[in-house]
């Protein structure tokens, strides 16, 4: 099956450690990109990647890293620097860079919880 | 920054009735896109319309663009109670805020 695959689906972190929610797709697309969703808002924009080994920061990407060294993965750290991480973090892909004629595919998502 | 802003936040309705959910947008597009949320779920396309589109259809969901106004509606028609979700429309990698259905069964 094609997909795009988060996990873990949960993840607790406990406060001053740095974790990493994973992603990676067998789509062979070449842009992807990751969300935050806090409870009953919209979504914002952490950081993209429209290429392999290439990344740009979206609207609120302090306190967050990401690498892409394979074209199907891109996994998301969470700092310590980031002060509030509790939330719904989706990521997703498309064929290109900035859904500019393609639709997003979206993975299930991780909800993370500093305890 | 979201570029998207959605009206209403919140909209319920019985089911049969027809849905309506508007998204305003700031800066020039190639195109714009709707997707759904069921709760705490990930997001589903549901709709993609281009900037030289006035209006596109899909099954029971109706959309229509006018670029002179920077705006976008998405229209369900009967609705379902499954229709219920979070609806959320998106261009250039921002989406809007959102509006949650309710539809009663």
């Known amino acids: 099956d094609g997909g795009i695959t988060q996990s873990p689906k949960y993840l607790f972190r406990k406060e001053g450690q740095n974790v990493t929610l994973s992603c990676e797709q067998n789509?062979?697309?070449?842009?992807m990109y990751w969300y935050r969703q806090d409870p009953g808002q919209g979504l914002r924009l952490i950081y993209y990647s429209q290429i392999v080994n290439d990344f740009q920061k979206g609207d609120i990407a302090e306190g967050y890293s990401v690498s892409r060294e394979k074209k199907e993965s891109f996994p998301l750290t969470v700092t310590s620097a980031q002060k509030n991480p509790t939330a719904f973090y989706l990521c997703?892909?498309?064929?290109?860079?900035?859904?500019?004629?393609?639709?997003?595919?979206f993975g299930q998502g991780t909800r993370l919880t500093v305890v | 920054s979201q570029q998207g802003e959605e009206d209403p936040q919140a909209l319920s309705i019985q089911e049969g009735e027809n849905a309506t959910m508007n998204c305003s947008y700031k800066t020039s597009i190639n195109n714009l896109q709707w997707y759904r949320q069921n709760s705490g779920r990930g997001l589903v396309h549901l709709i993609l319309?281009?900037?030289?589109?006035r209006e596109k259809h899909s099954g029971r969901l109706r959309v229509t663009l006018d670029t002179s106004k920077k705006s976008s509606s998405l229209l369900i028609t009967a609705s379902r109670a499954a229709d219920t979700a979070s609806y959320f429309c998106l261009h250039d990698m921002r989406f809007g805020a959102g509006t949650r259905l309710t539809v009663k069964p």
């Open positions: 789509l062979n697309h070449d842009a």
């Open positions: 997703a892909s498309s064929i290109t860079g900035g859904f500019i004629y393609t639709e997003a595919f």
């Open positions: 319309i281009r900037s030289n589109e």
